[in-house]
């Protein structure tokens, strides 16, 4: 699965330049960040769940796409909240 | 025996073996029944196929009418015909495999990544494979895009075989484009073709070849539903009415023999080909009889057929109807009606539903006397019982039991007793359409006469229930666990707080809004006589606190009597709804007595109305009293003070005069005048217009901008400006004005149009134009774009309108009514959709939202973990309010 996997994402690469601009300038953009794998790996016992139980985010997601994320990693996103602050989630990685 | 559980459900095609092999008859006499009306063997009334009468036992399983599930048979169709609910995938499978040897047409890229075709194919296998095991959803997408991939290829990778175009015509006919022309299909060409695909190219499109062969969509052999699944109706005339689906498959019999008799007679192909036609479309309509592209079949009186789909699909199918929503037995329906003497937590139910609905009680010593008591009393008098469960089981009915005093002696521990429903029992109440949870809530039964369940009138928000003949139902629950939900979490005053906005949604309304206005006004000075009254409404016993007048008489206030109920540490401020106009105010030094004030319990300052007691008011009086104090405190000041509200307006009156909108002389005249100065602005928009000195404002047509102009400029100021004139007449303690301003019920504008006019009439938020060419009647000149010929009503309603006012006020009178017919419906079937889509979300222990699966849907509820019931309006932590509570003010 592995090969159609890096089939796909190498053309949708391929087809779509980088912005000239910093997409996390836009104040309605929140914090992407990929989280390192031993982390990633302590949030999800901590949360209970298997990495594709976490809500899912495509690769080709402008903001996975400019912090370089790849299928199968986790992003935290952070967000501002009227209510709670700030609020950290948890993304899943995805072909596509 | 032992239990099993159902791991899980796969769906499949049956094979022609499969369909053989569960028959048990084979279907060949076209007729149903002989001379004598005996249901002949081997036709599609087969007694073999289950026992349709009681007593008898069944031929093949040896059960008796309840027990037999029925028994499929088989038809041998003359020749094979399409199954319409596989077209799309037949469709499929024809276009992505080759029309030559039947193998998946590997798309290029793939063969030149693998090399050969046949690798390609194996390479993808092993993948596919691998992938369904993991992430089965991402394993459908991948078989679903080499499908479509393989559709695009025009030469067969394999054999080298030229590939055409495979067009579907709805429903059921193939045809191949070749170069010579368009060839049709037949079912036979087509199974052979999909024989030939091998298992491995059939998996990587997403098939599992094991469970459905893609033959197998071909129908070569109909299998014969068990007749317990069509069972015939005895009429009253004695006549025999068969099922729909009985019906159509004689005619199914009918056109294989025909088909069958035109093959061995070796008749001219047309005529088989007609035979066929005529199977396949018979066929296709016992499916779907409302299959597109074929007419419906219909019952000889013109009644549509209902075919396999039709019995599943939609809101009275067997998913919708029967599985998803069921009847229920102990539930009744009637008429509502307000009844202001009862508990919000009450429902009123009549004698008569009482003595039908039954609780059942178990026996113990502590409840034979009073149980024996209800069976002497039997089914037709209440407090009786309707059944009595014996130890061994057995269930008696008190209808015939001809010794109900003999059997009351012989309860004892061990029996049950299903006794009328009586006081206190709890129940539960429901208001169609459920759209929110407070439209099923629990309710403490009070047995009264007469004929309507009778509710609190401050529980009509929530069920969006009024008494205009409304009716609503009540359910019984039956268990101890059923019981104690009910009361524990359903309870009329665990609902007070709406989980929607985190305001009261049960609070006052209406009479209760006017009556807190009146009773806590300033002016109101209650003697002695009438403070005992009112307080006796609300069923006060005790000591009658200080008068606040001394001399020249003993008078009370009637924010003392309201003070009396409020919490002794409850402090509150926050403006009143009366706060507006001229009679704002902002903080506690207030003339006209619009901002409250509540000290330590003490209501100091202000009058209670629609801002401090009303329903669907968060950040209230009463939102604050029951979030701090709890859901009994609350309850209790509904069902104590307001009742003495009501008691206010008993004793004051309350009521509406045509006085209370009409207006004195000088008002009109300075209407008059008004609405005159504004025709004469428009009439001159209209010149300038006409003679070209009107400019069009940005982006807009000069039409448009005379319009707009028009509308915004001149006639809704007309309105607003006659509304402040009329207003400003009125009297302050009119009932009609206080019922606008404490927010009881209408508005100002409502006042405007009853008492100064009724002002522009607009159809999709412009003037009324259509109608007879250039105008709207023909009580108006051509091209008239004056106010009064496009939809000003000068008139008010005590005025009354002229015959053309009147037409114009139903033309945008209609406009509201259509709109909300479209809104509901289309409301309800979104309403519908979210609800499929949510309905099994559920927030975990660790406050994170999850799906039935397991997968995460919100790391925490809200993104904040707030229940918006008990939190603040959309804040987590309100600070003022805290310090308000300890300090008696705000900062």
Known sequence: MSETKSRKSKSSKSQSASYSFDIFKHELVPKHEIVPIDEAVEILKRLGVKPEDLPWIRASDPAVRAIGGKPGDIIRVIRKSPTAGEVVVYRYVIPG | MSDYMIEKIKFGILSPDEIRKMSVVQIISKDLF????????????????????????????????????????????????????????????????????GRFKVPSSYIERYGDPEKAVEEIYRIYTKMKKRWPLLAKRLANTLKKEAMKVSQCPFCGAKQYKIRLEKPTSFFEESEEGNLKLTPIDIRQRLERVPDKDLEIMGYDPKEARPEWMIITVLPIPPLTIRPSIILETGARAEDDLTHKLADIVRANEKLKEALETGAPNIIVEDAWELLQYHITTYFDSETPGVPVAKQRYGRPLKGLVQRLKGKEGR?????????????????????????????????????????????????VERLREYVINGPFKWPGANYVITPDGRRLDLRFVKDRKALAQELGPGWIVERHLDNGDIVLFNRQPSLHRMSIMGHIVRVLPGRAFR??????????ADFDGDEMNLHVPQNEEARTEARVLMLVQKQILSPRYGGPIIGGIQDYISGAYVLSSKTTLLTKEEVIDLLSAAGYIGPIPEPAVLSPKRYWTGKQIISMFLPEDFNYRGAAKVSSGKLACNDYECFWDSYIVVKKGKLLLGVLDKKAIGSQEPESLYHFLVREYGDEVGREFIDKVFRIFIKVLE??????????????????????????????????????????????????????????????????????????????????????????????????????????????????????????????????????????????????FVEGLTPTEMFFHAAGGREGLVDTAVRTSQSGYMQRRLINALQDLYVEYDLSVRSIEGSMVQIIYGEDGIDPMKGIHEKSVDIDRLIERVAGHRL
């Open chain 2, 455 to 464: 509710l609190h009138l401050a529980v009509c928000p929530p069920y969006n």
């Open chain 2, 651 to 796: 004793k004051r009156g309350f009521t509406m005069t045509l006085e209370d909108i009409s207006l004195p002389n000088e008002a009109k005249a300075e209407i008059k005048r008004l609405l005159n100065e504004s025709f004469e602005k428009v009439h001159e928009l209209i010149n300038r217009y006409r003679s070209g000195e009107l400019e069009p404002e940005p982006g807009r047509t000069l039409e448009e901008t005379l319009e707009i102009k028009i509308m915004e400029d001149v006639l809704r100021n007309a309105r607003e400006m006659s509304g402040e004139i009329a207003v400003k007449y009125m009297d302050l303690f009119n009932n009609v004005f206080i019922m606008a301003r404490t927010g009881a019920r209408g508005s100002t504008l409502n006042i405007t149009q009853m008492a100064a006019t009724l002002g522009q009439q607009s159809i999709r938020g412009a003037r009324i134009s259509r109608g007879f060419r250039d105008r709207y009647t023909a009580h108006f000149k051509p091209g008239d774009l004056g106010a009064k010929a496009r939809g000003f009503v000068e008139n008010s």
């Open chain 2, 34 to 101: 002989d001379d004598d009306g005996v249901p002949l063997k081997n036709s599609i009334m087969d007694p073999r196929l289950g026992v349709i009468e009681p007593g008898q036992r069944c031929e093949i399983c040896g059960n008796t009418m309840r027990e037999c599930p029925g028994h499929f048979g088989r038809l041998e169709l003359a020749r094979p015909v399409i199954h319409v609910g596989f077209v799309r995938h037949i469709h499929e499978i024809l276009r992505a495999t080759c029309r030559n040897c």
């Open chain 2, 319 to 367: 998913f919708r109807g029967n599985l998803s929503g069921k009847r229920v037995d102990f539930s009744s329906r009637t008429v509502i009606s307000p009844d202001p003497y009862l508990s919000i937590n009450e429902v009123g139910v009549p004698v008569d539903v009482a003595k039908i609905l039954t609780v059942p009680e178990r026996v113990t010593p502590w409840n």
